[in-house]
């Protein structure tokens, strides 16, 4: 069994509870108030910033020059394209790219980036590529539960982009290089290693979910 497959069997409860989270189904079917859709930008406009890094950091990290390449060309997907979308949506708020980029992360946003960020810096290029997985993976995941479920999302005046990013052909298979780079990996790796690697995953999947929770709820810091 490939290692994606036994991460995918695993992730599966975490997964079945997002897919029906209200934030989700709510981009869905179009309900999902404007407010609480901003609140999710601003936030992942600053998450998408240490989340860039991962992918500077997996040049650095890289064992060829292939692959070195590969995680360059994530980052400059990252900071142009998907950093755009934010961007452009951002505007029709009158939100200025500023105030974008000086939002204040939330608790669980700041713990989720920081969690990363920890495994990435202390840890192998699988801990990198295990601790980010769940961010390229779930939303792909998502975008294309979306689109199936809620047959008109992607023509949805608003919501529809955001569908058509993340259940993209292009999306989809900068995921799969992802995929098939891990489980080249951890190829031969032993039980101990690939269970460091599973509980990245199941930890930052977790982070996903409460990162909906986050800005359904709007939370805030308490003081
Ligand atoms: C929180 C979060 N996770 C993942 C993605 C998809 N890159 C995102 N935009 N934001």
Redesign the pocket.
């Known amino acids: 069994m490939k290692f994606t497959d036994r991460l995918f069997e695993a992730v599966h409860p975490i997964w079945e509870q997002t897919h029906m989270h209200p934030f989700v189904t709510g981009i869905g079917d179009g309900t999902l108030p404007k407010e609480s859709f901003i609140c999710y930008m601003k936030q ?1 406009y600053v ?2 910033i240490d ?1 860039a890094k991962l992918f500077a950091m997996g040049t650095v990290k890289a064992k060829s020059l292939e692959t070195m390449t590969a995680f360059a060309g994530i980052l400059h997907e ?1 900071l142009h394209h ?1 950093m755009e979308l934010h961007r452009q949506y951002a505007e029709r708020f009158q939100i200025t790219r500023e105030e974008l980029e000086n939002t204040k992360a939330t608790p669980t946003n700041l713990a ?1 980036t920081r969690y990363m960020l920890s495994a990435a810096h202390s840890g192998s290029l699988e801990e990198l590529i295990s601790a980010l997985l769940p ?2 993976w ?2 792909w995941e998502i975008g294309k539960h979306l689109k199936h479920r809620y047959p008109n999302s992607e023509i949805h005046p608003f919501y529809g982009e955001w569908i058509r990013m ?1 259940s993209s052909e292009e999306f989809g298979s900068l995921t799969k290089w992802l995929l098939d780079l891990l489980d080249d990996l951890t190829e031969g790796k032993s039980e101990r290693e690939l269970r460091i690697l599973e509980d990245h995953f199941l930890t930052t999947s977790r982070f ?1 979910y409460m ?1 909906w929770d986050m800005v359904y709820a709007g939370e805030e810091w308490k003081v």
Do not use: G, P
Request: charged content about 20%; hydrophobic content about 30%.
């Open positions: 992942d998450f998408l989340y990252t998907e989720y961010c390229m779930s939303y993340y996903e990162f």
